[in-house]
């Protein structure tokens, strides 16, 4: 049983690991509550570029770093993050990329800031989206991915809908790369009370995308896989993180995260119970229950609740 395969984005484990990005072109502010800008940088690829101390909250950048790093590291496709330096000259000469705020505007600070790569062009044909149909599910060649992501955003408390998009490859299906991580790890604020947060909060808003990805052996394998590789990753992404990425208690969040993995298996449990139905009716000893190696009688909507077409079309 393999990894995930996406070979579009670098190997290097540090977003920066390589010679320090300065941005030297704006092209937008990208939609979101963290306000977050696309740019141009030294070395001629675009970016999506989160600044630091923006509206999102005070560890979005912290949680955008982790994340992608520790699924890059476990095989799941995830944009190429990297340091982006921001000049007060560019900031100055680009108030639209100021923050909004209901009092008004304001400046972020010079600095180094969190940047994805932007997976395909600006505009055009090769331009992504982040829009999937039901009818199309079926296109995405490493659609299995899903279920990898599920199962790290369960474990990472994840309080958002798992964002992702869509590119056409060269034989012109898809492929899926997931985005946004800053309301991973319990959110912007690290906040892990309840310990198991919002069931089902973390699933992509088109539910078609899970369809007949649950069987055991994959839910183990990924369990597996978490417990083995997380530990190790995590410290070594942790030292080195920017202290002006966070202001939270990185040693509480390392305990909190640390146990929810040894509970991992539970954890999914919960979630499952409260978010997946049932392939038939059940009597309550039927009930959905999670065996030592996975997930039993699982089916995955084929259809989204009225809610979610609405969130989605929002």
Known sequence: MGLVEFCSFEDSLH???NAI????????KMKGGSQSILVRANDGRHYVVKLMDNPGGPNVLANEYM??????????PVAEGKGICLSDSFIDGHPDLWFELPSGVRRPNQGMHFGSLLVGQTSGADRPTEYISPSRVNMITNREAFLGM??????ANHQDNR???FRRNSTNELEVCFIDHGHMFGGPE???QGNQGNPGSALHLELAVYTDLWHDEQVAFWISRFQTIIPDVLTSIVAPMASEWYSGDLNEL????TDRLLHLPELVQADVEKTWHPSQQKSPDESLRLSDFGIHDLRTPDTRSAFRRGRATA
């Open 67 to 76: 994340g992608s790093l520790l699924a890059k590291a476990l095989g799941l």
């Open 190 to 192: 690290w906040n892990f």
């Open 150 to 155: 599920y199962l790290l955003d369960v474990w």
């Open 21 to 28: 990005l300065s941005a030297n072109k704006y092209i937008r």
């Open 163 to 165: 964002q992702a998009i």
């Open 254 to 257: 390392l305990s909190e995260l």
């Open 15 to 17: 977003p920066c690991s």
